[in-house]
């Protein structure tokens, strides 16, 4: 369901506000103004300093926005608005910026998965995922936006994206079990859901012949 917390909506408004008019004319914006608005969002909601925030890999932000082990999925989304504002403010190195735009697409697709609800989501997700195509994701991200596209009903991205892991770091364990686990998934779909996500039957099973093949070979 969509976000109920009228702070955190207020602040993800603010978020984006400031983050269109980066987009529109970064020559305009007050970086320290930015700045200031990022460390007291990340001191209210994160409980703790950007400089901080902006250390911690995946999995410690995840850690600090979960509750009894599960992901809070509007905190999710309201760190990753912040990282994602934070890797665009001029002034920073490109590849922290880089760094930034992976833990915000991780974050974005585990509150996704979470059950977040945000109707702009996917296109938050397809904004940061433009923005790192030119980077190897580390194979903890192509997981999470696995099994995010999964979710979403985006099945022709997903098998794309699953080749484009096993080109990039081969045939790992993680890779192999995620490959798998998609195409049973897939199969347990009806032909109706596969069409509407790109994906009809025969190109599942053609498409999990390939993959064996690809990770056998590589």
């Known amino acids: 369901m969509p976000?109920?917390?009228?702070?955190v909506q207020r602040t993800i408004e603010a978020l984006a506000s400031?983050?269109?008019?980066?987009?529109?004319?970064?020559?305009?914006i007050d970086v320290a103004e930015v700045r200031a608005m990022l460390d007291q969002a990340y001191r209210a909601h994160l409980g703790t300093t950007r400089?901080?925030?902006r250390r911690l890999p995946s999995e410690q932000l995840l850690a600090v926005i979960s509750s009894t082990g599960r992901v809070d999925p509007e905190r999710a989304y309201l760190a990753a608005a912040l990282l994602e504002l934070d890797a665009a403010t001029p002034g920073d190195d490109p590849e922290l910026g880089a760094a930034l735009r992976v833990r915000a697409l991780d974050?974005?697709?585990e509150a996704g998965m979470a059950g977040v609800g945000e109707t702009?989501?996917?296109?938050?997700?397809?904004?940061?995922?433009?923005?790192?195509?030119?980077?190897?994701?580390?194979?903890?991200?192509?997981g999470r936006l696995?099994?995010?596209?999964?979710?979403?009903?985006q099945f022709a991205v997903a098998?794309?994206?699953?080749?484009?892991?096993?080109?990039?770091?081969g045939a790992t364990t993680a890779l192999v079990a995620s490959g798998e686990r998609l195409y049973d998934d897939l199969e347990a779909l009806t032909d109706e859901e596969l069409i509407a996500g790109d994906l009809p039957r025969v190109e599942v099973f053609e498409g999990r012949a390939t993959f064996r093949?690809?990770?056998?070979?590589?």
Do not use: N, Q
């Not at 400031?18 to 305009?28: F, K, W, Y």
């Not at 098998?159 to 770091?169: I, K, Q, S, V």
């Open 120 to 142: 702009d989501l996917a296109e938050r997700v397809r904004r940061l995922r433009a923005a790192l195509l030119d980077r190897v994701l580390p194979e903890a991200s192509y």
């Open 3 to 7: 976000i109920r917390d009228d702070l």
């Open 213 to 218: 093949r690809s990770r056998a070979s590589g």
């Open 51 to 53: 400089e901080v925030v």
């Open 18 to 28: 400031a983050l269109a008019r980066l987009a529109r004319s970064p020559a305009s």
């Open 146 to 153: 696995l099994t995010f596209l999964l979710h979403e009903g």
């Open 159 to 169: 098998e794309d994206l699953l080749f484009e892991w096993l080109e990039e770091h």
């Open 107 to 109: 974050l974005y697709t």
